[in-house]
């Protein structure tokens, strides 16, 4: 499972928790990378309305962690409380938050103070994605699908769909928790989500191209990764 984090102290130490826990971070090449690509897309249609979601998908991680930070010099000390959040990448779905507040420390010690709310919080927020994803575990994953292409015609619209939905037969590892949720539907693009186990998900780009082309469409991987597969649908 990898997870994304932003670029800064606070980040820098929810990350060494993530790690030391055996968590894989997405690298902040990997985010840099992600952020060239994003920007690059003349069309975000179907990635959703939020820029940090978005990038995260690009990025191929499973969750991404929000922080805020407050500073506070009341009684004379400096003292740190941060609060973070923890989302699912492929369904923006939050999956934990927890407050985490420093001792009042002196104002030389605001390495230690970042280090000390964090650590206070971290434990919680870790036990809550743990108990998401054990759950998702026997129930299943999501990865986000986008197609692009010219789906003026409905009855291009409804052979992916009818495709979507029966997508299970092309995916080897699937078993009942495979499953299609439809998203948004433009002249311009079709997105969902797609449930499977977690093992399917690696060579789930490849499974759903296989499919397409075998129901007659030609397709282009755009994007592929474990979260998030954008794929042009060429009439």
């Known amino acids: 499972t990898d997870v994304i984090v932003s670029n800064d102290v606070t980040s820098d130490k929810v990350g060494e928790w993530f790690t030391k826990n055996q968590w894989d971070i997405v690298s902040r090449e990997g985010v840099t990378e992600a952020q060239r690509t994003q920007d690059a897309m003349i069309n975000v249609e179907g990635l959703g ?7 995260a998908q690009l990025a191929g991680a499973d969750i991404y962690v929000m ?3 407050t500073e506070s010099t009341a009684g004379g000390g400096y003292q740190v409380e941060v609060n973070l959040k923890a989302y699912e990448v492929a369904s923006g779905k939050q999956l934990a938050t927890k407050v985490g507040k420093s001792n009042q420390l002196a104002s030389a010690q605001k390495g230690n103070a970042t280090s000390q709310a ?3 919080a971290m434990p919680k927020i870790l036990e809550q994605i743990q108990g998401y994803w054990s759950i998702m575990a026997k129930e299943g994953v999501k990865a986000k699908v986008v197609f692009r292409g010219d789906f003026s015609s409905s009855k291009v619209k409804r052979r992916l769909r009818k495709l979507m939905k029966n997508l299970n037969e092309y995916i080897d590892e699937c ?10 539907s433009t002249g311009q693009t079709i997105s969902g989500h797609y449930t499977m186990p977690a093992k399917a998900r690696s060579d789930f780009g490849d ?3 296989e499919a397409l082309e075998e129901e007659g469409f030609t ?17």
């Open 49 to 55: 309305q939020d820029p940090v979601a978005a990038l």
């Open 67 to 69: 922080h805020g930070l």
């Open 118 to 120: 964090v650590g206070r």
């Open 175 to 184: 078993n009942d928790t495979c499953e299609w949720e439809k998203g948004l």
């Open 207 to 209: 499974y759903l191209t």
């Open 219 to 235: 397709a282009q991987q755009i994007i592929t990764n474990k979260t998030l597969n954008i794929i042009q649908i060429i009439n």
